[in-house]
């Protein structure tokens, strides 16, 4: 058990690194960033940064001899970083854990390997592979980079008039994977905190919708019947197991028409769906993350209300001034400076008076 004063490592800088060191500080804990650019999120609210590529092995020896643990605000971070702080310091979740999540394919088969239902896939590794792949998955199908990509980069869709040459162009990367298309009902994730001694606190399944491929809002908790809440629950919670991860884990998944749960994607970090239990619930992830990589126990993950989280994208941040005025919303901004269409400024949690489960 880490005490008070002690110093978290954060790899990356970005907003979920933010408000992890915001979390730490409640319990006395020093965060130090390991950031690749300046005035990053995470960095102006920590007590120390490294501002380095992940490359540079002398920084990440530095960063590492200064910190008591490390936990990494995004799972790409590279494995070979990983490994370095490893050597000499906790890293939690472990590095073979985020190394599963930063392949789709490992991902893909790490899953089906341990009964996990996902989508049909194929490997490709150039257009004729996908033009087979094709035939074989049928369309609409969508082509995904292997490694990297995120917010529908590296991504397209593979309608009946795509061809294989474009769409491999488009990808922009040296390794595929085809997915087939998934005719959902909704997207939902679940979050699962997972302690030292092996317990877990499971938040409520939460409905994501997206716009333009990127996270608009999270709905908590998600409008299914009970009997798919309480599956995809224990479909996280048999892969926080599995892996036997200490830290957070974000399952996106998907609930088809049909009715059935297929996993999406692993994210072994705090995640963008559930930035609303900050403000409705008695403990949100980024603190969950801090006393699980400090060895603390892990606090309840009960919601005290229901909650809409709508991300604040690109131009939208300008509209901040108006959400002060609404007496139920949670407004909070990450404090970048350049304002991109579809970057993450931001979001807002507008809070409602808790509900029972919906029973469609």
């Known amino acids: 058990m880490l005490p008070p004063g002690s ?11 933010r408000m992890t060191a915001m979390a730490a500080a409640r319990f006395g804990y020093k965060t130090h960033v390991f950031a690749n650019e300046a005035d990053a999120p995470a960095a102006q609210v920590a007590a120390a940064v490294t501002v380095a590529p992940f490359g540079d092995a002398a920084a990440v020896a530095r960063f590492a001899a200064a910190v008591d643990v490390a936990t990494c605000e ?46 049909e896939f194929r490997a490709v590794g150039g257009p004729d592979e996908l033009a087979e ?26 309608d009946a008039d795509t061809g294989a040459e474009e769409a491999w162009r488009r990808m922009g990367a040296a390794h595929g994977i085809l997915e087939a ?13 997972r302690g ?37 629950t ?22 088809t028409t049909a009715g059935a749960i297929l996993v999406n994607e692993l994210a072994p970090r705090p995640h963008n769906s559930g930035h609303w239990t900050i403000d409705a619930c008695v403990t949100s992830q ?23 989280m709508t991300n604040l994208l690109g131009r939208e941040v300008a509209n901040w001034r108006a ?14 400076s350049a304002v991109r269409p579809g970057r993450k400024m931001g979001h807002v949690t507008r809070l409602l008076p808790r509900r029972e489960a919906p029973t469609r």
């Open 7 to 17: 110093t978290i490592g954060i790899l990356g800088g970005g907003q979920l690194g």
């Open 74 to 119: 995004f799972e790409n971070v590279p494995a070979a970083a990983l490994r370095r702080v490893a050597a000499t310091r906790p890293v939690l979740p472990r590095p073979d854990i985020l190394e599963i999540a930063q392949d789709r394919l490992r991902e893909k088969n790490f899953l089906r390997g341990i009964g996990i239902a996902t989508t």
């Open 133 to 158: 792949a094709a035939r074989g998955l049928g369309r609409p199908a969508v082509l995904k980079t292997v490694r990297l990509g995120y917010d529908g980069k590296g991504q397209v869709m593979l």
């Open 181 to 193: 298309f998934v005719d959902f009902r909704c997207e939902i994730s679940v979050i699962v905190a």
């Open 196 to 232: 030292a001694d092996g317990a877990l606190a499971c938040y409520v399944p939460v409905e994501n919708r997206h716009k333009n491929h990127i996270l608009h809002q999270t709905i908590a908790p998600a409008r299914i019947t009970p009997d798919l809440a309480n599956a995809a």
């Open 234 to 255: 224990a479909i996280a919670c048999r892969i926080v197991e599995e892996v036997r991860l200490v830290g957070v884990l974000a399952v996106e998944m998907f609930v």
């Open 286 to 308: 980024f603190e969950q993350l801090v006393r699980a990589v400090c060895g603390l126990p892990l606090g309840s993950p009960e919601r005290h209300s229901d909650a809409v």
């Open 323 to 336: 959400v002060l005025d609404e007496p139920n919303a949670k407004l909070h901004l990450y404090g970048k």
